[in-house]
């Protein structure tokens, strides 16, 4: 909604028409709907991809299996990263509703580290993959491993991203009534990514290493 009127000088100011303002209306709540909405166009994205590893995660066309390429315990610990990540970014909102920005920028930034870690040590698995001759053209079952987990991975470096350009913006203007919609627009964001992981987790690596 805008409306429209000008201030002139003169005689010309006891005409109304001649005066003009423009002032807008953003809807309330209309930026979470809206992100609501694509984080439901984003369940489908995931739902296809755990779909396709259904159909695939037993093809291995007398490659490796997931019993024989997955390690439990780098994984957990990568769960673990991401997990507390989500713990961390909690920590950044209840700081925000009480207007600290410094304490809320230090609680991000963690977060970011936790997200770096995680990214990282997936990567690490990747390139051991890689090298170990277990690449995505190896097996349809490595090909849907890879497209779920590394969709997965993208989404979070997306979110790194997001994170840094929101500090920036949360350092040079605070936390204004925009700003704090963006936060809560990634909140949204992280913890959904913590769900999808979660299901990664146990369907793909926790059930990938049953015989």
Known sequence: MSEITAPSTGAMSADPSSRFHVREHHP???TLLGFWIYLMSDCLLFASLFATYAVLGRSYAGGPSGAQLFELPTVALNTAFLLLSSITYGFAMLESQRQRVKSTLVWLAITGLFGAAFLTVELREFAHLIHEGAGPQRSAFLTSFFSLVGTHGLHVTFGIVWL???MFQLGRHGLTAANQ???MCLSMFWHF???VWIGVFTFVYLMGVLP
Request: hydrophobic share 40%; charged share 35%.
């Open 193 to 195: 990514l913590d769900v």
């Open 164 to 166: 840094i350009t929101l």
């Open 181 to 183: 919609r963006r936060l």
């Open 28 to 30: 309330e709540n209309g």
